[in-house]
């Protein structure tokens, strides 16, 4: 297991270094200058050139990225160029409400799916196994800033029982908080919950024909049981790796949601500094959730291990 561990340990390095590689150079390529977006167009230029100086653009690019990567290993992201904020505290702020609604999605979603999944292989084609397929189906066609919309529409505007939109903050209590963020967590879990469902239903499908699945059902055990006992652990695999996918998505991909919601998360700081062509806000932030990315499959890949020890056997 430790060999095993190492490994993993060592490509996610690798991917964080190439990560961080990409991440700048594409983004230091993009075209616009930061210093003339903020002068705007009727800058001087011997005004544009000293704010370049103060943002610290007018040094290589080799060597701000290996200042910016140094900052990043000792937790200094650097200073926002439009906020003149550090960005450390502005990630600090925005995650504490990104976090808990990935977490509460994926905790709705996961919810949702395992038992549709199960229920689904367990009645394969019967009503059970086509009616969960259908609303499966369903929620992977409906766009989730649409079903976000009609989320408000019934339950924050004509029955109100949540809130429509903002965050209520965290010195409000957990109630208020999770009443904030019910209605986008739904939002998001729903649409997973059925890629989900149909992973969890199809690796169920091809284990119930491996040869210890028969022989349990030739020892007296009926076929809910066989999955139940035998089966879903031997499924988890693929549904595992679903599972950390969505939370990497969760986590990275709710800017639509969050700006249906009005909510201050790092989605919605992302669009925000593209717009203001914050370039080290951008690279920063992206960089954080392509590293949660990579140490949630680094996860993944040890829940494989525990799960099924013939992957240990093999390294």
């Not at 610290?56 to 992201?77: I, N």
């Not at 992302?270 to 932030?285: G, P, W």
Request: net charge positive; proline share 4%; charged share 15%.
């Amino acid at each position: 297991m430790i060999r095993y561990t190492l490994k993993r340990f060592l490509s996610l390095c690798i991917s964080l270094a190439v990560a961080s590689l990409l991440i700048f150079f594409v983004i230091e390529i993009a075209p616009g200058d930061p210093a003339s977006f903020m002068l705007g167009i009727n800058a001087q230029p011997d005004t544009v050139a000293a704010l370049r100086a103060e943002l610290g653009l007018d040094v290589p690019k080799f060597e701000r990225y290996l200042a910016w990567t140094q900052g990043m290993l000792t937790g200094d992201f650097g200073m926002s160029y439009t906020y003149r904020t550090p960005i450390s505290q502005m990630v600090a702020d925005r995650l504490w409400v990104s976090l808990p609604l990935a977490l509460f999605a994926l905790a709705l979603s996961t919810i949702i799916a395992l038992p549709a999944g199960i229920y689904a292989a367990a009645r394969r084609g019967k009503t059970g196994d086509v009616a969960v397929m259908s609303a499966t189906q369903l929620g992977v066609a409906i766009p989730n800033f649409w079903f976000a919309m009609m989320l408000v529409l019934i339950f924050a505007i004509k029955l109100r029982w949540f809130a429509g939109g903002g965050f209520a903050g965290w010195d409000k209590g957990l109630g208020a908080v999770m009443w904030s963020l019910t209605l986008p967590a739904i939002s998001l879990a729903l649409p997973q919950a059925a890629i989900l469902a149909r992973v969890m239903r199809s690796a169920l499908l091809d284990v119930m024909n491996e040869d210890f699945m028969r022989t349990a059902r030739a020892k007296g055990l009926t076929t809910t049981q066989t999955l139940w006992k035998h089966g879903l652990r031997n499924a988890l695999i693929p549904v595992l790796t679903i599972i950390g996918l969505q939370f990497s998505f969760l986590l990275a991909g709710g800017i639509i949601i969050e700006q249906v919601f009005y909510l201050p998360g790092l989605g919605r700081l992302v669009f925000q500094a593209i717009s203001a062509r914050d370039l080290i806000v951008v690279e920063s932030v992206v960089m954080l959730l392509v590293f949660a990315v990579i140490v949630v499959n680094f996860a993944v890949d040890l829940a494989y291990a525990t799960v099924d020890p013939r992957l240990r056997a093999r390294t």
